[in-house]
């Protein structure tokens, strides 16, 4: 598909998109595109004029699909409904669509998006985890940066595979991730892990919002139906708990 057919069709979703403040509505836009052109499209449910903001982003990594899984639960479940009230919920199935598509963990040119977010970024790192060739170098990135600025959330939560934890940062913002792991079931294995990772967007998110960011990893390979809608359901208790009133 040319570049100017995928943006007339995601323009198209858009225009499509119900925008009232009706219960169960769908707010669809547009994050950015991908190296190869891929729209990268956000679903914003629950309250109208959320005073508390979240987002969930199922994949970065694109050979690690299972949070794209979780992201489908949570929009099925806020379909219909008026959803917890002063709470939005943005959920984004992969920032990386092209290596989504190819089912390999970097972009289209062989950067490791979760290493290229601008704080503490690392230009030694290479191969695997290769930062890119300056902070914020990927377009993906920037859309990422540009759409959180945008929306100022208030809760991060990240999906990735496989080491079977929750993630949990070595602030206070650990207690929200210790929550997490209770309500989803999956543990945080004890210790913490925040600014281990270089230009990672969970880092950056924190820094640039000083609001909670953190990452869940899977174990590898396919997650049950029970423990995708457990996640699915974390997701929305921990942010009627975190958030005011
Ligand atoms: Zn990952």
Redesign the pocket.
């Known amino acids: 598909m040319t570049r100017r057919a995928v943006l007339s069709l995601s323009l198209l979703l858009l225009l499509l998109t119900p925008a009232s403040a009706e219960a169960g509505r769908i707010e669809r836009e547009l994050v950015g595109y991908s190296v190869q052109g891929k729209p990268i499209v956000s679903w914003q449910q629950g309250g109208s004029e959320p005073d508390f903001r979240v987002l969930v982003v199922g994949?970065?990594?694109g050979d690690?699909s299972q949070g794209m899984r979780v992201v489908s639960r949570i929009r099925q479940n806020l379909a219909g409904r008026r959803g917890p009230k002063g709470i939005g919920i943005w959920t984004i199935k992969s920032v990386n669509p092209d290596g989504s598509a190819s089912g390999t963990?970097k972009n289209a040119r062989g950067v490791d998006l979760?290493r290229n977010f601008p704080y503490r970024w690392d230009g030694s790192l290479d191969g695997g985890y290769n930062s890119g060739p300056s902070p914020a170098s990927e377009r993906e990135t920037r859309a990422v940066m540009r759409f959180s600025r945008r929306f100022d959330f208030d809760l991060a939560v990240w999906f990735?595979?496989p080491w079977g934890r929750t993630l949990a940062p070595c602030d206070g913002q650990r207690r929200w991730a210790f929550l997490y792991a209770r309500l989803s079931g999956l543990g945080t294995g004890g210790s913490c892990d925040r600014g281990r990772y270089p230009g990672s967007a969970v880092s950056w998110q924190h820094h640039e919002l000083g609001t909670t960011a953190f990452?869940v990893?899977f174990g590898s390979g396919l997650q049950t139906r029970p423990v995708i809608a457990r996640h699915a359901r974390a997701v929305i208790r921990l942010a009627r708990r975190m958030a005011p009133g």
């Open positions: 994949s970065i990594h690690e963990r979760n990735h595979q990452v990893e």
